[in-house]
């Protein structure tokens, strides 16, 4: 129907729709797209004096180290352990903490009080604002072996357990921790989806005599189903974050076999260095990975539910 | 109908066991927040001493008044409101008009541009070049790098294009037989069926600005112009740290003056608390049933 | 009519987009591009002529200074001494501060784009190698010949060594540590292992003064109380105070036979791993050392669930008080401080020569003159004096020879108002300023009386000197020292955690160390050390 008349009849109906979007793509092109020509250093013997007073050209005349920096830093044998820490922490919070939201979202939308609702969202995005300095702090006083936890094991009769300190359970609280900071803002997005809802679908299934789990499972969960995909792809897509911040707080180095990720790793090895170049092939490397990710399941999305997010 | 009501009325036992598990989650999460406005209103001795939990210990309101009367936080808070607001208000006007024709599927290009905002999310260029483009449009140590820093979010213009995707597409053709132009739909139909995803996103960007802790690492040297995240991270990150290593020579004129842990619960109390009095008030837009109401509006 | 509305509500947004990046250029783009090539012309210029009464310099108009110095909490302009400063010097001065993180790139990126901060005052030894290394920063001599005198004469010789390159070049103004010294040791112990006063009453104890007695006594905490005696915190994987006891101390770098040795290599560092593996196997120290932050060891000290924490130092004394307090209103903190390896020996105690900071001057500066001559001011001795601890009868008074603080009157001219003052002042001999901050240790009564007690004991010492710190500025050991020591350490502790054979777990690590560049570095180390030996007699 719009496309009938021809280009000229296309662009005038559309136009307006082109405008609205050069604001954005301006923005974008100036402060995410000119930078990275920057990406070159990962390729370069950067040297930020170079050509004194002018860095821009000091990118551009810094001799070419091809992959140079790629190599110093997938060699060591301690990348690939970090690496591989890496993705199993990161899909072990995607298992456990993906999903965690949504039925929290689903279950509170149950609860018959809108004023309970609406407090209870309030309270529950309270840890993300607080630092993981912070909340170590407390996992410390909570988990140590003199703490609230091991005060109830040990009174049990068992022996204290350092949770903290065991390469067994660290893995399991940093997600543990990672789901209980992040739950309640990572809801917010699927209350908003919930909000949205057409009440009359609910209204007719009601009539239908559904019963609450039926309604959930066939209404709610459907209309969801596109933020969740979204949300999905891009949680994949940033497989290779798995909580710098965190662990960076977190660990020790008894637990360095299996909490030491790419960005732990690269941060103690270039300490003192001040390594531009390795630090961008890194990042480079990692936008790769979550690239094909990206992609990939994007690709499934799209198979699985007919729409991926472009 | 009438009998539909009576029956949600019924209250079961999902109901009262949705509640208490609720409630629970409810109490974990509210725990630690307690414990730092505890130690915000507590005596320095029971902080230190580990004996404050969820209530104070020692009442006194003294370490709130030093922290809210620091020069330092009243400067770091005044800017951090203004990048905050005009930051949001930017983003939100690049996002949603974005947004808008990158949801019409019948937009040519369409696939292109949202390819290079996937790009953009994936990439980034990192430090150095980002300083470079800051620098060189003369941004450093003004406020507008604290505003430009951050103020489009690929995921956020995702949500609110697939908003818009699911809005039903009658009630926009039937906007257009009647004469409606793209704007019109835009601004009466699409944008008031679209308040949840609208106030959730403004929210994700007003919490980004409040806590962009990076921009004034990377632009700002100005202390006139330190955000709030970076004050907070002076005194209270840094102020950590330089305690675990008081032990090792260091400063000594500089560990002696780290601030206690009482002072960093309050400072943690006090620039946390505005921005937590957004969402109540975008939460009323997170209303059901809107979609009918606009129809007939 | 929406599409014109449309297509404003675009162009105003493009349009803002270039106004503020526009409006911004007049303020503070004047300045970048030009000034590089400028300094260099006056300082060459200036150097060459003896300075005279008519110096524009000196008796001339004096512009703004632009400061650019270490991160702080607080806002360098909103303290007291910000304008004692300039009524002292008459220059207006504008400060700058680097961040607290990522300040070593933040640095280095202002300085390559030809940021034009006067001077860079107080930044690191080893922000200070790397613009050095990368010939960002200005042969100072002359200047310092010409406006400097204050400040040459402030400052040791070996300091100066340490900011002079092979040609001769001086970069950087050294800001030495205030110490004690060895004719005059009273003062250096500032802290050690913090012990309840009640708990080692009820133990019927003395303070330990060398490990064996250490060892014992944390034995019979442990029969007595049940818990891990000694607590401390995820950084205390080298306790000085346990150091001292095999050999060792606060230095890392120790004179074995006229070789330069790292700890590392140290003859007696299985010895000490050893001693460490059994107070964290036996339950003496807390088993939770790895994990916790130093609040959560003074916490569990405070409650009276350890009898020891380490390390304690006597600024922590007023907080913890306070915190002693809530259990126990009569327990007090006694310091065990540098053990003795057994109980015939003296134990030893490190002065760490050094300079925490090194102020220089970038090539893009405008007016290099006017800060040497502005930190020369302030450098003169009664200045100085006045911009660190105020005024006498005011805010500081001498007691018996020591300095005093005042916290009567006003909180705008007491010693209140020089709390954060270190960082505004200039340079001083170090051990004469030294004397000045052990003002900041008679903050309180009870800060005082610890301070006190503690160095009461300093004659049984045996001060050593050590110079390590000066060596570990130059670039070859600065790329390695960082990412080694952390290493080191992180083995260490899981050493002593695991409980890994020590000849064999040492052994490891000192592979390792040879493998990562620590040759290298025990080279640098050791010609620095075989040329300025003499200043650590």
Redesign the interface.
């Known amino acids: 129907m719009k496309r009938k008349g021809g280009a000229r009849k296309y662009l005038q109906q559309n136009f307006d729709l082109y405008l609205l979007l050069l604001p954005a793509l301006i923005y974008v092109f100036i402060f995410h797209l000119l930078p990275m020509v920057g990406i070159l250093i990962a390729f370069k013997d950067y040297n930020m004096f170079q050509v004194p007073g002018d860095p821009f050209r000091s990118i551009l005349e810094s001799p070419w180290a091809g992959f140079k920096y790629f190599e110093q830093v997938f060699k060591k044998s301690e990348f690939q352990q970090a690496f591989a820490n890496t993705l199993i922490i990161s899909l072990y919070k995607i298992i456990f903490t993906f999903p965690l939201p949504i039925i929290f979202a689903v279950f509170l939308n149950e609860v018959r009080s809108t004023k309970f609702q609406k407090g209870l969202q309030l309270i529950v995005y309270l840890p993300h604002f607080l630092s993981w300095v912070v909340i170590y702090g407390i996992f410390v006083s909570f988990l140590g072996s003199t703490g609230v936890i091991n005060s109830v094991i040990t009174s049990l009769g068992f022996e204290p357990v350092s949770f903290l300190m065991d390469s067994g359970k660290f893995r399991g609280i940093l997600v543990i921790a990672d789901a209980w900071k992040e739950i309640g803002w990572s809801s917010i997005i699927y209350f908003a989806a919930i909000a949205g809802l057409d009440q009359e679908c609910f209204e007719a299934a009601d009539v239908d005599g559904a019963t609450r789990i039926q309604k959930i499972w066939y209404i709610t969960l459907p209309s969801l189903l596109p933020t969740i995909v979204l949300m999905l792809i891009i949680r994949v897509g940033n497989i290779m974050n798995a909580g710098f911040d965190q662990i960076f707080v977190f660990y020790n180095p008894t637990v360095y076999d299996v909490a030491d990720i790419i960005g732990t790793y690269v941060y103690r090895m270039g300490l003192g260095k001040l390594e531009f170049s390795t630090g961008t092939a890194v990042g480079l490397f990692n936008s790769v990975i979550s690239m094909i990710l990206v992609h990939s399941s994007n690709f499934i999305a799209r198979k699985a539910t007919g729409k991926g997010i472009w | 109908m009438a009998k539909?009501t009576k029956?949600?009325n019924k209250?079961?036992v999902?109901?009262v066991v949705?509640?208490i598990?609720?409630i629970l989650?409810?109490l974990?999460?509210?725990m630690?927040?307690l414990?730092?406005a505890a130690k915000a209103f507590s005596?320095?001795?029971?902080?230190?001493?580990?004996?404050v939990l969820f209530w104070p210990?020692g009442l006194q309101t003294g370490t709130i008044k030093y922290v809210l009367t620091t020069?330092?936080f009243g400067?770091s808070f005044l800017v951090t409101v203004t990048v905050t607001i005009t930051g949001t208000i930017?983003a939100m006007?690049?996002?949603v008009?974005?947004a808008?024709?990158?949801s019409?599927p019948?937009?040519?290009g369409r696939?292109f541009?949202?390819?290079?905002?996937?790009f953009?999310?994936?990439?980034?260029?990192?430090?150095?070049?980002?300083?470079?483009?800051f620098?060189?449009?003369?941004?450093?140590?003004?406020i507008?790098a604290l505003?430009?820093?951050g103020?489009?979010s690929s995921?956020n213009?995702?949500?609110i294009k697939?908003?818009f995707?699911?809005l039903p597409e009658v009630i926009e053709e039937a906007a257009r037989i009647d004469g409606a132009?793209?704007?019109?739909i835009?601004?009466s139909v699409v944008l008031p069926m679209?308040t949840?995803?609208l106030?959730?996103v403004t929210?994700y960007y007003a919490?980004a600005y409040w806590?962009n802790y990076f921009a004034?690492?990377?632009y700002?040297?100005?202390?006139?112009l330190?955000p709030l995240q970076?004050?907070?991270?002076?005194?209270?990150?840094?102020?950590?740290s330089l305690?675990?290593?008081?032990?090792?020579?260091?400063?000594?004129?500089q560990?002696?003056?780290v601030?206690?842990?009482n002072i960093r619960a309050a400072t943690?109390v006090v620039s946390?608390i505005p921005?937590?009095c957004v969402?109540?008030f975008l939460?009323k837009y997170?209303?059901?049933?809107?979609?009918?109401g606009s129809v007939k509006g | 009519m929406k599409k014109v509305l449309s297509a404003l509500l675009a162009a105003a947004m493009i349009l803002s987009l270039a106004a503020c990046s526009g409006g911004t250029t007049t303020s503070s783009s004047s300045s970048s591009t030009a000034s590089s090539d400028s300094s260099t012309e006056s300082s060459t210029v200036s150097s060459e002529s003896e300075a005279t009464e008519d110096d524009p310099i000196l008796t001339g108009e004096k512009p703004e200074l632009k400061i650019l110095s270490m991160y702080q909490a607080y806002n360098y302009e909103e303290q007291p001494t910000w304008k004692i400063d300039e009524e002292l010097t008459g220059y207006k001065t504008k400060w700058y501060a680097l961040p607290a993180d990522n300040a070593d790139q933040k640095l280095l990126l202002e300085i390559s784009s030809g940021a034009d901060y006067d001077i860079l005052l107080r930044v690191s030894p080893s922000q200070y190698a790397q613009l050095s290394k990368q010939n960002a920063l200005i042969d100072l001599s002359g200047m310092l010949d010409k406006y400097g005198s204050n400040i040459t004469n402030a400052i040791s010789e070996l300091a100066w060594q340490s900011v002079t390159n092979d040609q001769g070049v001086v970069n950087g103004i050294p800001h030495e540590n205030m110490l004690a010294s060895k004719e005059e040791p009273y003062g250096m112990l500032t802290g050690g292992i913090g012990v309840r006063s009640d708990m080692l009453e009820e133990l019927g104890m003395e303070l330990p003064t060398n490990i064996d007695d250490f060892t014992a006594f944390l034995e019979a905490a442990k029969e007595k109380y049940g818990f891990a005696p000694l607590t401390s915190n995820k950084s205390s994987t080298f306790i000085q105070v346990l150091l001292s006891g095999f050999g060792m101390g606060e230095a890392e770098w120790y004179d074995i036979d006229g070789t330069y040795t790292h700890r590392i290599k140290h003859p007696q560092i299985t010895a000490y791993l050893e001693y460490m593996q059994k107070l964290y196997k036996e339950g003496l120290m807390d088993n939770d050392m790895p994990i916790n932050t130093a609040d959560n060891a003074k916490e569990k000290f405070a409650s009276a669930n350890a009898v020891a924490c380490a390390p304690l130092m006597f600024w922590d004394i007023p907080a913890m008080v306070n915190a002693l307090a809530t259990n126990n209103p009569d327990c007090k903190i006694e310091f065990v401080t540098d053990l003795a390896a057994d109980a015939n020996s003296k134990p030893t105690h490190y002065i760490m020569k050094g300079a925490n900071f090194v102020s220089c001057i970038s090539q893009s500066s405008k007016n290099p003159e006017h800060a040497i001559n502005w930190l020369n001011i302030l450098s003169e001795p009664d200045n100085y004096r006045r911009t660190y601890i105020g005024e006498e009868g005011v805010s500081y008074e001498v007691i018996d020879g020591n300095y005093t603080p005042i916290f009567t009157g006003d909180d705008a001219t007491n010693f209140n108002a020089y709390t954060n003052s270190d960082k505004l002042s200039g340079i001083n001999n170090p051990t004469v300023s030294f004397k000045m901050w052990q003002a900041r240790a008679r903050k309180t009564p009870e800060m005082a009386e610890a301070y006190e007690a503690m160095n009461a004991r300093v004659d049984e010492y045996e001060p050593l000197i050590s110079i390590e710190l000066y060596g570990k500025t130059s670039p070859k050991v600065q790329e390695y020292v960082t990412a080694l020591n952390q290493a080191f350490g992180d083995s260490f502790l899981k050493a002593i955690v695991e409980g890994t054979d020590p000849d064999t777990a040492i052994a490891a690590m000192q592979a390792d160390w040879d493998a990562n560049g620590g040759l290298e570095v025990e080279a640098a180390m050791q010609e620095f050390y075989d040329a300025n030996k003499s200043y650590s007699e």
């Open positions: 539909t029956k949600k209250i079961s999902f109901d949705n509640l598990a609720m989650v409810g974990i999460m509210l630690p927040i414990n730092l005596s320095e001795g029971n902080v230190i001493a580990g004996k210990l020069p330092e400067t930017g006007l690049l996002t008009m974005a808008y024709p990158l019409k019948h937009l040519i696939k541009f949202l390819y290079i905002f996937v953009i999310m994936l990439f980034s260029a990192g430090m150095v070049p980002n300083y470079i483009l620098r060189t449009l003369h941004l450093t140590n003004t507008f505003i430009f820093s103020m489009f995921f213009l995702f949500l697939n908003y995707e699911t132009s793209n704007m019109r835009f601004f679209s949840p995803v106030a959730t929210l919490v806590s004034g690492v990377m700002i040297t100005d202390a006139n330190k970076q004050y907070m991270f002076d005194l209270v990150t840094q102020a950590t305690q675990d290593s008081s032990g090792n020579f260091g400063d000594v004129n560990a002696m003056n601030s206690g842990e943690i946390t921005i937590l969402y109540p939460q997170f209303v059901k049933g809107i979609t009918i």
